[in-house]
């Protein structure tokens, strides 16, 4: 136990002296380090930043397309163009799902995320957002992955800069942290990403950050990394983050590998387990206290319960209400709409305080009785 505490000790004095713990540090919480005492150190520090409020958004994911060309091996949603159940919304088709939403729930936040479909030109998405922008003005529009954007450019004969700007001219608010998965190479081969597309995702981000435009980092894990690589992936973000401040959030979500490549072909044959989340929850608050203050849990692939003990282990941003998602339902798994009252009640009964947001971390409403 004294093995355990020490070095604990060393992390958590470092952290609170404003330092980040270094690559040695994180493998050794990842691999060594007991689980209860990491959590309570997560939750400390969490409390030092928000106290006992933990926000939360009402959004809906827009999955406009499920036609892509990258094809990953942890992905179940992607089809390739020719299958009966391949899509691709139009403007009018999206208005009207948005409008359900909008009108009914009082949504705040539009993620929109898709595959990497080759016919669709940047005027498809800028006619979009430019519609959805008039359409819901207070609708802050979170949108498209690192590979949607680069692959726009390079359609278009444009550089990352130009794509980036010429969105946001049409309603582009901030951009999410998909598509980071594990930054390392040798992972990113056997998920069948593109070797460079790690390197890529910085490289995005750090565009947009130029530019002023912010967005969310995150992590998957629970596939075939090892602990080394989390922490790379990490202290990258750190060190991007050190430059232009502009990752909003960071969220560690567990690969779901139903219906995937990678499951099908036995290389990961089951979920990863609720330690293993609790783990990467409260690490990620630990080595990214001092860089990003929001860390977001993923009830969406857990459940309102594992909702709670992220917050119990580090987390102070429950994510969204996320109503209409599709790509976990490819995967399998069953997931129930989850309504703002729940996540509320969810919240009050951990003795915690819900604080509703918009897509850009602002107060829109405290939930405290
Ligand atoms: S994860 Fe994204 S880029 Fe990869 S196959 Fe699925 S939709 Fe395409």
Redesign the pocket.
């Known amino acids: 136990m004294l093995k355990q505490a020490e070095p604990l000790e060393g992390i958590y004095e470092k952290v609170l002296s404003g330092d980040t713990p270094d690559r040695e540090d994180i493998i050794y919480m990842y691999d060594e380090a007991d689980l209860n005492s990491l959590g309570k150190m997560a939750r400390n520090l969490a409390v030092g930043i928000s106290g006992r409020y933990v926000s939360f958004v009402s959004n809906m994911i827009l999955n406009y397309t499920?036609i892509?060309n990258?094809?990953?091996n942890?992905?179940a949603?992607?089809r390739t163009g020719s299958e009966p159940d391949a899509y691709l919304l139009s403007k009018e088709e999206v208005i009207r799902k948005i409008d359900h939403y909008y009108n009914n729930l009082g949504i705040r936040q539009l993620l929109i995320?898709?595959?990497?479909n080759p016919d669709l030109p940047l005027q498809y998405y800028t006619d979009l957002f430019s519609a959805i922008r008039s359409r819901f003005p207070e609708l802050g529009i979170h949108g498209l992955?690192t590979?949607e954007i680069t692959f726009i450019s390079r359609k278009e004969h444009i550089s990352v800069k130009e794509t980036i700007s010429a969105l946001v001219e049409s309603g582009l608010e901030t951009i999410p942290g998909?598509?980071a998965e594990i930054i390392s190479a040798e992972v990113r081969k056997i998920l069948g990403?593109p070797i460079n597309s790690g390197n890529e995702w910085l490289g995005v981000m750090e565009e947009a950050h130029k530019l002023g435009v912010r967005s969310s980092a995150t992590m998957m894990f629970g596939h075939v990394e090892e602990s080394k690589h989390k922490a790379d992936h990490l202290l990258s973000i750190v060190e991007l983050q050190k430059k232009y401040n502009g990752f909003m959030s960071f969220t560690p979500w567990n690969f779901e590998p139903g219906n995937t490549d990678l499951q099908k072909k036995g290389i990961v044959k089951y979920r990863t387990g609720g330690a293993d989340v609790l783990r990467n929850i409260a690490i990620s608050r630990i080595v990214l206290n001092n860089s990003i203050p929001v860390i977001q849990s993923s009830w969406l692939t857990n459940g309102l319960q594992m909702g709670q003990m992220a917050v119990l282990f580090g987390a102070n941003d429950w994510g969204g209400t996320i109503y209409d998602e599709k790509?976990i339902p490819a995967t399998g798994k069953r997931v129930g709409n989850l309504r703002k009252e729940l996540i509320v009640q969810s919240l009050s009964q951990i003795g915690l305080i819900p604080v509703e947001r918009d897509n850009q971390y602002r107060v829109i409403r405290y939930y405290d009785t």
């Open positions: 499920n892509c990258v094809r990953c942890f992905c949603f992607y995320q898709g595959g990497v992955s590979s998909a598509g990403r790509v």
